[in-house]
């Protein structure tokens, strides 16, 4: 059951407009929410984090939104740069006694064209 | 600072051999856990460790094992090596079990089983 779920495998957008990532999660217990960008033969790096207490988190030109009731949150590039080409991920956290393990999407490729 | 280090960077086994997969930890970090990406898909919880103890065990089989040492480095064993344990290992620290601060990953161990 993928708990995680990143339903457009690949977006592409011009440089300097704006790209926006979506992401589902069926799972009502996650309550910390991440996105990781992945370029090949390198490890995710962490981009933005929010937690379920707030609904919008910036930094520089990258803001998450979270939809509680909806189980929905979505990165916004604004504005997109060739170098933001890469597969991004979102991964969620639970509260309890498992929190320690990040679920992730199965990703979504974003081409920034020049 | 550096980052999350692992090694090697690449690896070729055959099946049924067994594979030692290793990990340093960012300065500071006392949290490591393992996590399995095969083509497609993204990372999957293998293992956690924290304070040099288990915390935390995804769906793996018994031929998965790891370990944290006192200066919380971490490695991953895998024993009877399949065709499908082919798969790129991540691993990835944080500062502590239940702090709401994100894991940082290392670029992960290619391992290929012929």
């Known amino acids: 059951d993928q708990q995680v779920k990143q339903n457009s495998p690949s977006l592409s957008v011009q440089e300097g407009r704006i790209s926006i990532l979506n992401c589902d999660y069926t799972n009502s217990m996650f309550d910390y929410f991440l996105w990781y960008k992945k370029y090949p033969a390198e490890g995710p790096t962490f981009l933005i984090s929010?937690?379920?207490?707030?609904d919008k988190n910036e930094d520089g030109r990258f803001t998450v939104f979270l939809n509680k009731s909806a189980k929905h949150l979505s990165l916004h590039i604004v504005p997109s740069q060739p170098g933001d080409s890469a597969v991004y991920f979102c991964?969620?956290?639970?509260?309890?006694?498992?929190?320690?393990?990040?679920?992730f999407g199965k990703g979504t490729l974003l081409t920034v064209n020049p | 600072d550096a980052g999350v280090t692992q090694s090697p960077t690449h690896l070729i086994k055959t099946r049924g051999q067994q594979v030692t997969l290793r990990c340093s930890p960012i300065?500071?970090?006392?949290?490591v856990s393992w996590y399995q990406q095969v083509l497609g898909q993204g990372p999957q919880f293998i293992f956690q460790?924290?304070?040099?103890?288990?915390?935390g065990r995804g769906n793996f089989p018994d031929r998965f094992s790891a370990r944290q040492f006192p200066n919380y480095s971490s490695e991953l064993n895998v024993n009877a090596l399949l065709l499908g344990d082919s798969a790129l290992y991540l691993c990835a620290s944080s500062t502590g079990r239940y702090s709401n601060q994100p894991q940082h990953f290392g670029d992960g161990t290619r391992l290929s089983i012929l």
């Open positions: 300065s500071g970090h006392k949290s």
């Open positions: 991964a969620a956290r639970r509260s309890g006694g498992s929190n320690y393990k990040l679920t």
């Open positions: 929010i937690s379920s207490i707030k």
């Open positions: 460790y924290y304070e040099k103890e288990e915390r």
